[in-house]
Nanobody, 119 residues
């Protein structure tokens, strides 16, 4: 299984970024996909997740209303649209896959993509 994340970068506060994660080696259309992030010196935290069909989403309170998760099963890709970015959103962002719809116990992990928000 491979999860390849991309789209990170440096952006000013208030700006936007769109992360993408393309999966291979699994039946993407049956997997819940999620995004997590880890800032330096902090624990990894849940950001958002989307059920296999795209019909159910879940967000951390810190990003609700600013971030949107979506997926394209035909492209084996999940997206994270991040708007109104804040310096506290600075972190390495990881995409992950889970065989069940749960914030915990994700089965598959990709490499991270760095997001830096300047003030």
């Amino acid at each position: 299984v491979q999860l390849q994340a991309s789209g990170g970068g440096l952006v000013q506060a208030g700006g936007s970024l769109r992360l993408s994660c393309t999966a291979s080696g699994l039946t993407f259309s049956t997997i819940t996909m999620g995004w997590f992030r880890q800032a330096p010196g902090k624990e990894r935290e849940f950001v958002a997740q989307i059920v296999w069909s795209g019909g159910l989403t879940d967000y951390a309170d810190s990003v609700k209303g600013r971030f949107t998760i979506s997926r394209d099963n035909a492209k084996n890709t999940v997206y994270l649209q991040m708007n109104s970015l804040k310096p506290e959103d600075t972190a390495t962002y990881y995409c992950a896959g889970n065989r069940i719809y749960s914030r915990r116990d994700y089965d598959y992990w990709g490499q991270g993509t760095q997001v830096t928000v300047s003030s």
